[in-house]
T-cell receptor
Framework: ETGVTQTPRHLVMGMTNKKSLKCEQH?????MYWYKQSAKKPLELMFV???????ENNSVPSRFSPECPNSSHLFLHLHTLQPEDSALYLC?????????????FGPGTRLTVT | TQLLEQSPQFLSIQEGENLTVYCNSS?????LQWYRQEPGEGPVLLVT?????EVKKLKRLTFQFGDARKDSSLHITAAQPGDTGLYLC??????????FGKGTRLSVIA
């Protein structure tokens, strides 16, 4: 238990569906992250929020839309995904953004796009 | 683009054996982190090394940062089934985001 929870843990969706992934951190951190973990690829950073403001968008397609209503919650809204978007989506949080801040990861949402 | 290469990709060993996994780059990093990820879970930070040549020990795990801060190794002594998992290294330089390697998947057989 790292203090970062993600729901749902598993999601199967069709290419025309709209769904959302939720992340909540109970650590009082100010920065939150979305990562994509695919087989045979390094962990890829998607988005970073610091004090609810987006500070990184790593050239992510617009079919992925993040939302950070407050420092404890982070959402990833999904629409018209492609099969190659199937992956483990990990959320992480840290006290601050930048060198020296440890990131705490949630357990991930395993997404399958059919 | 900074890249981290981890080797070997897969490793299967018997309980009690020793092993070393590597993390290499052509880039210099200000710090390097090692994580372990178990099935169904997110990565958990094991250690951060920041000084060239630094050695850190965590029970049976020994981490070393290369003198030039471009590479690192993780040595496990007398591996146990509980060591099974995906070992990830990640490098940090300045305020750029963490760069991760693909990982080494370790299986320790009882």
């Amino acid at each position: 238990e790292t203090g970062v929870t993600q729901t749902p843990r598993h999601l199967v969706m069709g290419m025309t569906n709209k769904k959302s992934l939720k992340c909540e951190q109970h650590l009082g951190h100010n920065a939150m992250y979305w990562y994509k973990q695919s087989a045979k690829k390094p962990l890829e950073l998607m988005f970073v929020y610091n004090f609810k403001e987006q500070t990184e968008n790593n050239s992510v397609p617009s079919r992925f839309s993040p939302e950070c209503p407050n420092s404890s919650h982070l959402f990833l809204h999904l629409h018209t995904l492609q099969p190659e978007d199937s992956a483990l989506y990990l959320c992480a949080s840290s006290q601050g953004q930048g060198t020296g801040y440890e990131q705490y990861f949630g357990p991930g949402t395993r997404l399958t796009v059919t | 683009t900074q890249l981290l290469e981890q080797s070997p990709q897969f490793l299967s060993i018997q309980e009690g054996e020793n092993l070393t996994v590597y993390c290499n780059s052509s880039s210099v990093f200000s710090s390097l982190q090692w994580y372990r990820q178990e099935p169904g879970e997110g990565p958990v930070l094991l250690v951060t090394v920041v000084t060239g040549g630094e050695v850190k020990k965590l029970k049976r795990l020994t981490f070393q940062f290369g003198d030039a801060r471009k590479d690192s190794s993780l040595h496990i002594t007398a591996a146990q089934p509980g060591d099974t998992g995906l070992y990830l290294c990640a490098g940090e330089e300045g305020n750029t985001p963490l760069v991760f390697g693909k990982g080494t998947r370790l299986s320790v057989i009882a």
